[in-house]
């Protein structure tokens, strides 16, 4: 999978992604990233440190987190995108649900769309990843943990999340999938999908 500038070859070896939320309240790292020059400081440290790929999110997706509107999303994210690419040409990933804001950070510098709701949240966001022809993380989450049994039924949504992505025209090449482990899960589904990852 090409992503920005370079090539991701499976199975060659593990990459490693560095979070970066630039928000108050994630349950990894909120309140540490959401002064711009922190972020930046965070992000060099993050590339030093072997970074294969920057994922850049403005919106908390911990438990009870609070929403928050695009402007605010915007603000939190695209400053940090257009500083990191000035300086470096690392992948970056938005992590975002929202079409606009996934658009507004490909055209500042970001390469790849994750997205925690898998394409489910926000019709239009399939259609900017096929506009710009960039890939996408599809996450696997629902808004429930009512499961017949976990993995068929974690099948069962993810094609349903590859299936708006083929629609809107995404190749099978820029489509990746997230169990999506912390996500409408319990302790022992979590687990469960860990030990079944294939």
């Known amino acids: 999978m090409r992503i920005g500038s370079r090539e ?9 992604m560095g979070i970066l939320n630039t928000t108050p309240d994630s349950f990894s790292d909120g309140g540490q ?23 850049i999110g403005g919106e908390s997706t911990r438990p009870n987190y609070t929403p928050i509107d695009i402007d605010e999303e915007l603000s939190r994210v695209i400053p940090v995108i257009r500083a990191i690419r000035s300086f470096h040409d690392i992948p970056i990933s938005i992590d975002t649900t929202k079409a606009v804001v996934a ?9 790849l769309i994750n997205d925690v709701w898998g394409f489910k949240a926000d019709p239009k966001i399939a259609a900017v990843a096929a506009k710009y022809d960039c890939p ?23 094609k349903e999340s590859v299936t708006i992505a083929q629609k809107a025209g ?15 899960k319990t302790y022992e589904h979590n687990l469960e999908a860990l030990a079944r990852m294939e």
């Open 8 to 16: 991701f070859i499976v199975g060659q070896r593990t990459f490693i």
């Open 33 to 55: 990233f959401n002064n711009l020059d922190q972020a930046i400081q965070r992000a060099r440290q993050m590339i030093e440190e072997g970074a294969d790929i920057l994922d």
């Open 103 to 111: 658009e507004e950070a490909l055209k500042a510098g970001a390469n």
């Open 136 to 158: 996408c993380c599809l996450m696997h989450n629902r808004d429930n943990k009512d499961y017949t049994d976990l993995i068929t039924d974690m099948l069962s949504d993810l």
């Open 170 to 184: 995404i190749g099978p090449e820029n489509i990746m999938i997230d169990p999506g482990i912390g996500f409408a």
